[in-house]
T-cell receptor, first 116, second 111 residues
Framework: GAGVSQTPSNKVTEKGKYVELRCDPISGHTALYWYRQSLGQGPEFLIYFQGTGAADDSGLPNDRFFAVRPEGSVSTLKIQRTERGDSAVYLC??????????????FGPGTRLTVL | GDSVTQMEGPVTLSEEAFLTINCTYTATGYPSLFWYVQYPGEGLQLLLKATKADDKGSNKGFEATYRKETTSFHLEKGSVQVSDSAVYFCALYTGGFKTIFGAGTRLFVKA
């Protein structure tokens, strides 16, 4: 079946601009996650949704970052007043949302954000 | 807090060589353990997983055994191919809804 999809695959923007990154999870997955992967590093957790609500947003670096999932499926990560340090690959993952450690997250191909 | 430590790369091997990528973890709970692979220009793919002690995860000739006594989950493959060249990430998940990743190990396989 279809995996997690993310658009755009690449986004180049200028410092100070606003960007939106979209994630379409696997059908039937109630849990959705955003991660950020800087060059040469592993992914770092940003935010987790169970259904429509953000159950854990402890990884968002500051209030310029915001994410929504209004209908419990597609999610949008929004970054205001972008800074050069925001340049990274933003990964989305989804899972069945099992409330135990057997749950497995499946990742999308990522959006590479470059802030000039 | 929870963390994952994996061997630094890059690891360079000749085709058909034996591969080991070391991974150790620290976790307050009882985690599930994963290896993800990232091929050039692609996203993260789940390679294998193990959910309890002494379980062995395996896929595509790769395997890793969950060792609770040594808090390790080393990745092995008996004979690597050029197509295995990628970045490999060890990760843990304790049910707290965030996966903790290691920094990744880049593998180069020469023909």
């Amino acid at each position: 079946g279809a995996g997690v999809s993310q658009t755009p695959s690449n986004k180049v923007t200028e410092k100070g601009k606003y960007v939106e990154l979209r994630c379409d999870p696997i059908s039937g997955h109630t849990a959705l996650y955003w991660y950020r992967q800087s060059l040469g590093q592993g992914p770092e957790f940003l935010i987790y949704f169970q259904g429509t609500g953000a159950a854990d947003d402890s990884g968002l670096p500051n209030d310029r970052f915001f994410a929504v999932r209004p209908e419990g499926s597609v999610s949008t990560l929004k970054i205001q007043r972008t800074e050069r340090g925001d340049s990274a690959v933003y990964l989305c993952a989804s899972s069945l949302g099992l409330a135990d450690r057997t749950d497995t997250q499946y990742f999308g191909p990522g959006t590479r954000l470059t802030v000039l | 807090g929870d963390s994952v430590t994996q061997m630094e790369g890059p690891v360079t091997l000749s085709e058909e060589a034996f591969l080991t990528i070391n991974c150790t973890y620290t976790a307050t709970g009882y985690p599930s353990l994963f290896w993800y692979v990232q091929y050039p220009g692609e996203g993260l793919q789940l390679l294998l997983k193990a959910t309890k002690a002494d379980d062995k995860g395996s896929n595509k000739g790769f395997e890793a055994t969950y060792r609770k006594e040594t808090t390790s989950f080393h990745l092995e493959k008996g004979s690597v191919q050029v197509s295995d060249s990628a970045v490999y990430f060890c990760a843990l998940y304790t049910g707290g809804f965030k996966t903790i990743f290691g920094a990744g190990t880049r593998l180069f396989v020469k023909a």
